[in-house]
T-cell receptor, first 112, second 111 residues
Framework: EAAVTQSPRNKVAVTGGKVTLSCNQT?????MYWYRQDTGHGLRLIHY???????EKGDIPDGYKASRPSQENFSLILELATPSQTSVYFC???????????FGPGTRLLVL | QQKVQQSPESLIVPEGGMASLNCTSS?????YFWWYRQHSGKSPKMLM?????GEKEEGRFTVHLNKASLHTSLHIRDSQPSDSALYLC???????????FGTGTRLQVLP
């Protein structure tokens, strides 16, 4: 099974601070995704990537940036964190179009 | 924006019973559906996928798809307490990497 890891697993940040969430996959998947999961909203796509150097906006990109420096790594950056960004963030990877997505264990972010 | 609606929001079934979960897409261009299962405190894991009209069975799990109505359903027979989880439906259009998830059905199987 695909191996996707995330760090940190838990994070407490202050309003206005910068937060970087990291994701690593070791299965040479082309596509990587960042989602947030909130009660009542399910999983919502923030940013995704087709490969190293590419990032695309998802359905809720405002307040987030993404970076894909290599095939294996995909980061989510909150330049100015706000309490509304308190959530559980999942990274996922997939081989190609309409392929199964493999999720990391999640990062629980609390913005005070 | 494409929406994926799931029903019911929550479902309680007795051990050994049948659980039936529903999912409909509002986007007439979708042609691929997934069902993911997420146990409490864990990450989602793909359970089954379907893109052809009809039925697909894997063990105790059966998925139906009606492409005309963009409706898929997941049926779990002989439900076990270990099946208690959040079940997420997802849909995508052809030739795209983007997937839209529903808000999920929370299933509880009582021993």
């Amino acid at each position: 099974e695909a191996a996707v890891t995330q760090s940190p697993r838990n994070k407490v940040a202050v309003t206005g601070g910068k937060v970087t969430l990291s994701c690593n996959q070791t299965n040479n998947h082309n596509n990587m995704y960042w989602y947030r999961q909130d009660t009542g909203h399910g999983l919502r796509l923030i940013h995704y990537s087709y490969g190293a150097g590419s990032t695309e906006k998802g359905d809720i990109p405002d307040g987030y940036k993404a970076s894909r420096p290599s095939q294996e790594n995909f980061s989510l950056i909150l330049e100015l964190a706000t309490p509304s960004q308190t959530s559980v963030y999942f990274c996922a990877s997939g081989l190609g179009n309409q392929d199964t997505q493999y999720f990391g264990p999640g990062t629980r972010l609390l913005v005070l | 924006q494409q929406k994926v609606q799931q029903s019911p929001e929550s479902l309680i079934v007795p051990e050994g019973g049948m659980a039936s979960l529903n999912c409909t897409s509002s986007d007439r261009n979708v042609d691929y559906f997934w069902w993911y299962r997420q146990h409490s405190g864990k990450s989602p894991k793909m359970l089954m996928s379907i893109f052809s009209n009809g039925e697909k069975e894997e063990g105790r799990f059966t998925v139906h798809l009606n492409k005309a109505s963009l409706h898929t359903s997941l049926h779990i027979r002989d439900s076990q307490p270990s099946d208690s989880a959040l079940y997420l439906c997802a849909a995508s259009r052809p030739n795209t990497n983007k997937v839209v998830f529903g808000t999920g059905t929370r299933l509880q199987v009582l021993p």
